[in-house]
Each structure stands twice: as structure tokens, then as C-alpha cells.
């Protein structure tokens, strides 16, 4: 919206030209010089284009090429307007933004509002001679109030868009850091994990070694006890990996809500109290709210979308539903199209997954959760470890 509010101000630019184009045709008049002046801003206001991304971008310094060309036609331009309001309104639109658009320093805007408030002046003897110094004068100060009215209305816009810019930079690397705190801390917790353990084994092991010969019984008992502690020592490794890849119900369906409602849906959660699941259930019901969000937004013009979340009273299964209207013609699978991933992963840890267009023209997709959900052994989110320290050897 703020870009939009922005964008308004050079149309305004090319807006003079074509009323005195009009009005000049009205009146039998031919109209070359209005043309002459519409094909010059109409130019103008083109080179502006990339200055303006590049403004919203944040760059300091501008296109050169494009912003001396922008000038130079605009100035240009006016001076095919017959009538001395529509040049000084067209100078004062173009100039409120052209002053927006280098952050490097203050001498080019400085001497750019000079020239361009100068011009009229100029012209006046020679484009304007019917019209009056007090009635020019007049006109012109008009044009500085209005150009000064614009110069603020894009102040408020260019600063409204800095501050959203800058927020969302901030947040992005909020999440940089949250995932390079996580990473930090699953490296830490292996370390524990395996330092102090991976020290005893390998003692053990070259006192194992050691002993073949001169005491194989002694050896045999090292050896067991080694084969012993690689096997505890594997499975916290696996109960750590497990933890760590396990997704938060409750903060995904916040995120998930969140997102929707800065899309324009209002998302609307029910029954997440009162469902008290398992962490299995958490973790795969989690994917599902993911999974049916992420579609939502993709394959629909969603107005609203529901979160539910119960128990079957014959089975006892968690039950989640996604729901949402204005569902995009050919998303035939789901809410927004469900992924043949998530369906593959509700099947093969036993659950039931099923997306269908309700005659209220809804889309609804149903995951009936597994009684006893767990990862799978060859989901792509359960580690590939094996069972034992030799089980790669009998395979």
C-alpha cells in the first residue's frame, strides 16, 4: 500500500498534460504542444521507475544516467504547457519525489529544488506574456504549497516503508540467529553427549587390545562392556536427535495463524486445549497444521480458514482439520493442494489422510492421527541409526 501511495504522485505528473490536451481539443485547437509535452513526461516519469525501486530497495545513490535524463525531460516537458497552472503543478509532483530518491547528500536536492523552482520564472516572459507578475506570482506560490503538501505526503510514504523494510529485515535475522542458537546448542548437547562417552570407549578399547593376548578372558569382559556402552551411547544419541527434530504443536499453530492473517485470513483455532496428545501426536499433527497452511496460501484466495483440532469418540485418534474457502479452480487435492509427502508420511505411520471440496464450496482436509503415532524407520525425519554398533555388519 505504501508503494501504491508513492506510485500515485508521478501519475499526477502526466496528468497535467493530458487535461490540456483535452481541453485544448475541445476547443478545436490542435494539440501538438500538449503531445509534445505528455511524450517528454511520460519519459520522465518512466526513468523514475528504477529510481524508485531502487529507493525502496534502500540504495544510497541513485541511477545517474536515469535520474539526469528523468530531469532533463521533465524540465523539458513543461515548457509545452500553455497553461501556467498545469506547468507549475506538473514541476511541483515530479519534484516532491525526485527529492526522495538520493540519500547520499543533501547539495543535489538542494540545487535541483532551486533550478526547478526557478524555471517558471524563466518562462514566464516568453511561454506566459498575457499573464501578470502578481498573477504568475500568485500561481507559483500555489505550486510551492502544493509541491510542499506532495513533498510531505512522500516523506510519511518512503518513511512508513523504511520502518516496514527495516522490520522485516530485523525479523529475518532474528530467525538467522534463533537456527544459529539451535545449531550451537544441538552441537553443545551432542558434545555431552558423546565426549565423555566416546573417551571411555575408546580406554576400553586399548585395554581390550591389550589384553588379547596376554588375558583373553579379561578382553572378552572389556569387549563386552564396550559393545555395551556404544549401544546406551547410541541410544541417547537417538533420543537427542528425536527431541531435537520434534515440532512444537502449540507454536506452530501460532505461527501458522500468524501468517495467514498478515496474508489477508483470518484463521481460527479450536479444540488445541482441550486435545492433550502425545509428543508423537504433537509432532505429526504439527506437520499437518504446517503442511495445510503452507497450501492454503498457496493455492487459494482464502478469506478464512478453520483449525480444529478433537478426538474420535470411537477410536479415541486425534482428529486435526483444515478448512478454508476460495479454493483456486484444479486444487483438486486439498486445501490449496496437499502434498504427496505429507499424505505418504500420515499412511505410513498408520493414519489417514483425506482432501475433499465440501458443498459449501469449502476445501477440507482431515488427518486422523494414529493411535500410537511414532516415527517411521524410514521417514525422512527419524535418524538412520542403526539399532546396534554391528547392525551395518549384518546387514
Known sequence: MTAYTVLVTPVIVILWPVIEFVQTRMHGNPGWSEAVSLVLLVGATVCMGPLLAARMRGEAAPDTRLYVAS???????????????????ALSAWLSVMLHLHRGGRRRPVVLAVVTAVIPWIAWPFLYPYVSAGSFAVTWTGGVAMGILFYLGCTV???????????????????????AEERLRFTRDLQDLLGRDLTVLATRAARAERNVSRNPEEARTEAAEVHALARDALRRVRAAVSGYRELDLAEEVRSVAATLAADGTRATVTGLDGLDPSPAEASLAARVVREGGSNVLRHSDATRCRISFSRDPGTGRAVVEVSND??????????????????????REGGTLSAVRTDEGDYLLRVHLPAGAHPSPDSPDSPDFPDSPDAEEVR
Not at 530531469?71 to 503543478?89: D, N, Q
Not at 510514504?157 to 537456527?179: C, G, H, M, P, T
Not at 483438486?332 to 499424505?343: E, M, Y
Request: glycine share 10%; aromatic share 10%.
Open 71 to 89: 530531469v532533463l525531460l521533465t524540465w523539458a516537458g513543461v515548457l509545452f504547457l500553455r497553461v501556467e497552472v498545469y506547468m507549475v503543478s
Open 157 to 179: 510514504s518512503f518513511r512508513l516503508w523504511d520502518i516496514v523494510r527495516d522490520a522485516f529485515a530485523a525479523q529475518e535475522a532474528k530467525a538467522r540467529l534463533a537456527v
Open 326 to 347: 476460495r479454493a483456486r479452480p484444479g486444487a483438486d487435492t486439498g486445501p490449496g493442494g496437499v502434498t504427496g509427502g505429507l499424505a505418504d508420511r500420515v499412511r
